[in-house]
């Protein structure tokens, strides 16, 4: 049989594949974690990573062992939770992240609305930047995140959709498109699209620049600056408009893109009652009459 330490530091490493980050998130040493391993891979009888000097991989049978414990290994986490919080009540601290100011106002009511059917259970609500969202979840800094859909990447759960917003693309004031009513996604083939930080995972840089990006600032308001000085165009919701006024910005709504989608997020394996709470009580408070960022 494994042990839980053995287990959690096979699954760690598989989300990881880096020694480094996963004693990082199981608070070890790197030379435990790879004491672990390689002990668990003595009694399995074959490597369940592939290791070179640059990276590191699951081998087929370390894939195939990933796949079959990872659900298991979930509920039985969720499990005990539930039964800890059937025991106590939903106590505790909650970890709340939200990007940007529009995520915060809403955030706020849904952690309100939630306070008001737990009491015993504290809030805490921090702002991420959209590169350290992943971070901070997978590390534990927040058990749940307020932020923009979609966001497919392997462990995280994203929860309903809580607010749509028309898509809007930021031009510069005197951009042949500022005097435009609309564009259309194809006009972004005309344009160069500037682009969220690389640290981003992939999804959320398909959704916000259709055509090919290329790289340039860290944060939302440096690449508005960007905008503004003439250097490119960027899709944004039409929360920006009120939220980002510039004098050197335009925003022009898309005739053709779909909405901007906002939604929880949250690590699979940290599914805990507290979580599922907030997330009906944010879904809950959007059901009301309407709700714009």
């Avoid at 915060?104 to 008001?116: K, P, W």
């Avoid at 995280?156 to 917003?165: K, N």
């Avoid at 004098?247 to 053709?256: G, H, I, L, T």
């Amino acid at each position: 049989m494994l042990e839980r330490h053995e287990l959690e530091a096979f699954l760690t490493l598989a989300e990881e594949l880096h020694f480094g980050r996963t004693a990082e998130r199981l608070h070890l040493s790197t030379a435990r974690v790879s004491q672990t391993i390689a002990k668990l891979e003595r009694r399995v009888g074959v490597p369940l990573f592939d290791r070179t000097s640059r990276r590191v991989e699951l081998s087929r049978v370390g894939r195939q062992l990933y796949d079959e414990i990872r659900p298991a290994w979930s509920r039985v986490c969720e499990a005990f939770e539930r039964a800890v919080d059937a025991g106590r009540g939903l106590t505790g601290v909650l970890r709340v992240a939200f990007t940007g100011p529009a995520a915060g106002q809403l955030l706020v009511g849904a952690a309100q609305a939630f306070r008001t059917r737990h009491p015993d259970c504290e809030v805490q609500i921090k702002e991420a930047r959209q590169p350290e969202v992943l971070p901070w979840l997978r590390r534990g800094e927040a058990d749940i995140a307020l932020t923009c859909h979609p966001l497919h990447e392997e462990g995280i759960v994203m929860g309903p959709v809580l607010v749509r917003e028309a898509r809007m693309l930021a031009v510069p004031a005197g951009h042949p498109f500022a005097r435009c009513a609309t564009v259309s996604v194809e006009d972004l083939a005309r344009v160069t699209v500037l682009r969220m930080p690389g640290t981003l995972p992939e999804s959320p840089h398909e959704d916000r620049a259709p055509s090919t990006p290329r790289p340039s600032a860290t944060t939302f308001n440096e690449v508005l600056t960007l905008v503004g000085a003439g250097e490119g165009v960027f899709a944004v919701g039409a929360h920006a408009r009120r939220y980002f006024a510039r004098p050197d910005v335009v925003y022009v709504p898309f005739e053709d893109a779909a909405p901007v989608e906002w939604g929880l997020v949250w690590l699979a394996e940290g599914a805990t009652a507290r979580v599922r709470a907030f997330s009906e009580a944010a879904l809950d408070l959007v059901r009301e009459p309407a709700r714009v960022p």
